[in-house]
């Protein structure tokens, strides 16, 4: 399974875009990008995932470069409810052994 | 709510005590996952079921801990003569296939 360094910490004001990258150097050919959004006492989130180039749902948007060594989520006009902790993944989730390996993730601070 | 459900969501207990923790995954998702979670820390796999059979356990899981899924349906983690360390969040989590949907997990504090 592929590490992830993510930033430990960010903040933002709400009504900002904020984008949260995410390195993967040794991603294999069958892993997929994955990020979860964690608040506090509660379980992670699936926020968004993809493979390559662009992804976009009503949450959020998911850049992946060619080469595949770092994606970038965003977050388009964050409001205060978006303070979370954000974990960026690599594996191949559809395979036989997909457990999750989690680093310790981004924790973003929105402030009003 | 995710579907996932987790029971009980609080949890104290002295040291050297047994607790048992219960999860109750989506109907149709044959994967069961178990994660760990301590304060400032991402989620650590613990153990893994596809339907009734346990698939993987972490080097995390010590002799202490077993987790059973009889039927392939809920799934239930005992700690015996726990300790102190073993203070944290429990998560389970269930797929079908790829995304993994949390429950809400059980905080235990052990005095």
């Known amino acids: 399974l592929a590490k992830t360094t993510q930033p430990i910490s960010m903040d933002s004001y709400e009504g900002q875009e904020v984008n949260i990258t995410c390195s993967h150097n040794n991603i294999a050919t069958n892993d997929y990008i994955t990020w979860y959004q964690q608040f506090p006492s509660q379980g992670p989130r699936f926020i968004i995932q993809g493979y390559k180039t662009k992804v976009t749902n009503e949450v959020a948007s998911l850049f992946i470069p060619a080469d595949r060594k770092s994606s970038t989520l965003s977050l388009p006009r964050v409001s205060l409810s978006d303070t979370a902790v954000y974990y960026c993944l690599v594996g191949d989730l559809y395979g036989r052994d997909d457990k999750i390996i989690f680093g310790k993730g981004t924790r973003l601070h929105i402030l009003p | 709510d995710t579907g996932v459900s987790q029971d009980p969501r609080h949890k104290i207990t002295k040291r050297g005590q047994n607790v048992t923790f219960r999860c109750d995954p989506i109907?149709?998702?044959?994967?069961l996952y178990w994660y760990r979670q301590t304060l400032g820390q991402g989620p650590e796999f613990l153990t893994y079921f596809q339907n009734e059979a346990q698939l993987e356990k972490s080097r995390l899981l010590s002799d202490r801990f077993s987790a059973e899924r009889p039927k392939g349906s809920f799934s239930t983690l005992e700690i015996q003569r726990t300790e102190q360390g073993d203070s944290a969040m429990y998560l389970c989590a269930s797929s079908r296939q790829g995304e993994q949907f949390f429950g809400p997990g059980t905080r235990l504090t052990v005095l």
């Open positions: 109907s149709e998702h044959n994967r």
